[in-house]
């Protein structure tokens, strides 16, 4: 492991106050929330632990600002976004710091980060030009019929800790390019990001209140105070399925619509005809990017029967070769999991399946310690009813399952609630074709294990969500459609 004792100063100009209407401010309650790093387990810094006073303050700040924000130009909120996207990569590398203190991946991963997030404050500073309307024929020629978009509203987005810029950027940036306006949740574990990426949004000019941040530790009351609120009209949250379920109710009294990204338990199938070198490289960005803390990270590799020596042999040589620390020391690769409960779920994957007879390959241990690191691990022998075959691991666990028939392989790939991510290997263009078909997930990765971007719809099926983030689709999601019949013209 690589040496942890490293400099974990935080940029200068970060804001630890609740963003309201264009001011920062202490808590109300004038209570704060410690931030760790988790790779040291030791506070790096304080920010307001917000309740629902502010969270109401943040609302009506935002209802305020929504009445003029809406009448601005598609063409000004373009610019606007604009000049947030070139903030952030002038900003690039406080950013990607603050990232790897609060969230541990390492800095390598945190600079991708920051270009991911921008990426999409990028895409929709364009897309914000681009909300079309239409004019549908009449069946009477005194009648004009026609349809446009105009936004939703205020919008609530919360967010999780794994990816705390882009899950961030990737909400924020098409409400606002839409004329909403926001009030904003991170992770209570990395608010240090959000409250960064809201003061660089703050500079690039926009009307206060258009963005307000309230960092608390007080999630569910914070949203009950908004979603009961009927001045809020959508909600759009990233996160755990059991949490984005309490949303889908909370949102029934006022009717508010729901973006959910939520979990997955993506399988990664590999056929007998596929490139291993290709296959290999993939597995190792789609399982051990953010240590495996990734939505659509994988979680099971299910490999056809006669290949699966091989596989087992390059995947467990590859997994072995990682180099674990924190993430600000050169070269690491793997760093800790965000906190001791994450780490808890994986050793207890890994208990479970070895206690129903799989084999450790490579790993299998906490290391000892400060910081919440578990050894990068591979196991063999596999079977439906283990747990990491079942529920999203969320960690460094390569967890390896034999198919024989590609009939088999998409059944057992399909044999899940959960729906976001599956990838799929082979040389073959009709294979690859026929079982992406057939695999019920959001997204598809063919000889990919890394397929999120900006510009193409991501979202999942099933208990992975409802709607898609990114693409034309993530503008949709904060626009309402208007029905205009106009009659009394004289043709
Ligand atoms: P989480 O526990 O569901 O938390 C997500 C956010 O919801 C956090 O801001 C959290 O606040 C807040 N929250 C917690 N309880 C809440 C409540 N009762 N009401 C309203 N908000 C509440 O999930 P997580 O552990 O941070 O993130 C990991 C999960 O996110 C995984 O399941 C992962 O697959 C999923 N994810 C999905 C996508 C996707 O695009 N589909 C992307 C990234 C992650 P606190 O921080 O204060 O708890």
Redesign the pocket.
Known sequence: MAARQVDTTLPKDVPTQLLIGGKWRPAHSSQTLAVSDPATEQVVAEVADGSVEDARLALEAAVVAFSGFKKTSAYQRSRWLRSWFEAILAHRDPLARLITIENGKPLTEALGEVDYAASFVEWFSEEAKRVYGRTIPATTTDRRLLAIRQPVGVVAA??????PAA?ITRKLAPALAAGCTVVL?????TPLTALYLAKLWQEAGPPDGTLNVIT??Q??A??DAWMSDQRLRKVT????????Q??IR?SADQVQRLSL????QAPFVVFDDADLDLTIAAMLVSKFRNGG????ASNRMLVQRNILAAFTERATAATAALRIGHGLTPGVEIGPL?DRPGRQKVLDHIADALAKGAQVQTGGRALDGSGFFVQPTVLSGVQPGMRVMEE?T?GPLVAISAFDTEEQGVALANSSPFG?AAYAFTASAGRAWRVAERLEYGIVGLNEGLPSTAQAP???WKL??IGR?GASEGLDAFLEEKYIAWGGIDA
Do not use: D, H, R, Y
């Open positions: 919360i967010t999780p800790w794994n990816f899950m949740k991170p992770a209570s574990l608390t530790s999630a569910s914070v949203a949250f990233t996160g755990s399925t059991p949490i984005g309490e949303l909370k990204e939520l979990g997955g803390q990734s939505c659509v965000i999203e969320f976001l991501f979202g999942g992975s969500g983030e």
